[in-house]
């Protein structure tokens, strides 16, 4: 099955830059997309297609998608990002939606 | 504003079955499809299936295929979720969202956390 691989947690000072990375095989022809998850609320898209962003997401949050690795950035970081952030793409061959294991931002 | 409102909490016994909803509003029901993910307690988002719901065709993972079956109603508004043979690890909160396949899930249900237990 195909897997995307996730750091399992990143932890950046409040103003500080977040890098979050996620990686496949084949990456490069998929497209990827980026959900914020508090524990306990709706997921939240912050980012799709590799680096859209939808209306209302700030854009300390950006995507980047580069070989077989797409990184998650937010700049500028404050204690309210805290939460778990999966990548997801969509495997053609399967046709299933997979998901990445997740990685928790800590704000220090 | 697009909404989708989703079913209340259940409590369920081992070997039950249990049927969440989600009931959306707000922009052309059939145009878009719908994605299942649950959270155990303490797990990461684990990824069930979708839906088109313009046609009803469905992908599910491996690993609820037996037991999973979506379905949607264009004249409620609303897609549905089932799964059967409940067991305690099925405890979790399910989320249902809007969007599926290569399409990103931009609208996500509040969840509905399904307890099992006898």
């Known amino acids: 099955s195909y897997v995307l691989t996730q750091p399992p947690s990143v932890s950046v000072a409040p103003g500080q830059t977040a890098r979050i990375t996620c990686g496949g095989q084949n990456f490069g022809t998929k497209s990827v997309h980026w959900y914020q998850h508090k524990a306990g609320q709706a997921p939240v898209l912050v980012v799709f297609?590799?680096?859209d962003r939808p209306s209302g997401i700030p854009e300390r949050f950006s995507g980047s998608h580069s070989g077989d690795t797409a990184t998650l950035t937010i700049i500028n970081i404050e204690a309210g990002d805290e939460a778990d952030y999966y990548c997801q793409v969509w495997e053609g061959r399967t046709d299933y939606q997979v998901f990445g294991g997740g990685t928790k931002l800590t704000v220090l | 504003q697009v909404y989708i409102v989703q079913s209340g909490a259940e409590v369920k016994k081992p070997g039950a079955s249990v049927k969440v909803s989600c009931k959306a509003s707000?922009?052309?029901?059939?145009?878009?499809?719908f994605t299942w993910v649950r959270q155990a307690p303490g797990q990461r988002l684990e990824w069930m299936g979708w839906?088109?719901?313009?046609?009803?065709?469905?992908a599910y993972a491996q690993k609820f295929q037996d037991r999973v079956t979506m379905t949607t109603d264009p004249a409620t508004r609303t897609a549905y979720m089932e799964l059967r043979s409940l067991r305690s690890d099925d405890t979790a909160i399910y989320y249902c969202g809007r969007g599926y396949r290569a399409v990103a899930v931009d609208f996500w249900g509040q969840g509905t956390r399904v307890t099992v237990s006898s």
């Open positions: 297609d590799d680096s």
């Open positions: 839906i088109n719901a313009y046609n009803g065709k469905t």
């Open positions: 707000n922009y052309p029901f059939t145009a878009y499809g």
